[in-house]
């Protein structure tokens, strides 16, 4: 996500679980045009042209609209689909569940448990041990490193 609009989007807020409810107007003014027609156009982006497809560092996925957490990386798999793919949500409130029957298909849409954004799509041919396949689009993500939050952590320790 462009840093510049986060900075400037004070409902992105990893500490903080409270549900946002904010119209797409005003996310139209804060997130960059990817995020926004990704996260609440529901678009989808090109297959293998996200940059959290192959990864494989240690750390936590949240929400790049809002900050919500969504998945730990030991989670994640290589399902070959195109996009960032994983079998388990961060908790049971991480994500949301809406049936889709765009497009003739019958899917199950999820979406940020906190602030509503499309995220992806959730199948039922994944891995164990819960033969579930979130494939998400990786614009509306966020990484961070282990590494980098146990310095954070360190850091308040002090």
């Not at 994640?76 to 079998?87: A, D, L, Q, R, T």
């Not at 949500?89 to 994500?95: C, E, L, Q, R, V």
């Not at 602030?115 to 799509?121: R, T």
């Not at 494939?135 to 490193?145: M, P, T």
């Amino acid at each position: 996500m462009d840093t510049s609009k986060k900075t400037s989007n004070v409902y992105y807020n990893r500490e903080d679980s409270k549900k946002v409810d904010v119209s797409n107007d005003v996310w139209k003014n804060i997130l960059s045009p990817e995020v926004y027609k990704i996260a609440r156009e529901k678009g989808t982006e090109r297959p293998g042209s996200s940059e959290f497809e192959y990864k494989k560092d240690v750390g936590t996925y949240y929400c790049a609209v809002c900050g919500n957490t969504l998945f730990k990386s030991d989670t994640k798999f290589e399902s070959g689909c195109g996009w960032p793919s994983f079998y388990e949500p961060f908790s049971k409130t991480s994500i949301i569940y809406l049936p889709d029957n765009s497009y003739g298909m019958k899917r199950t849409e999820v979406q940020c448990g906190k602030c509503h954004s499309h995220l992806g799509h959730v199948f039922e041919d994944g891995p164990p041990p819960t033969g579930l396949r979130y494939c998400i689009n990786g614009v509306v993500l966020d990484f961070e490193k282990a590494q980098e939050a146990e310095k954070k952590f360190d850091g308040k320790k002090e």
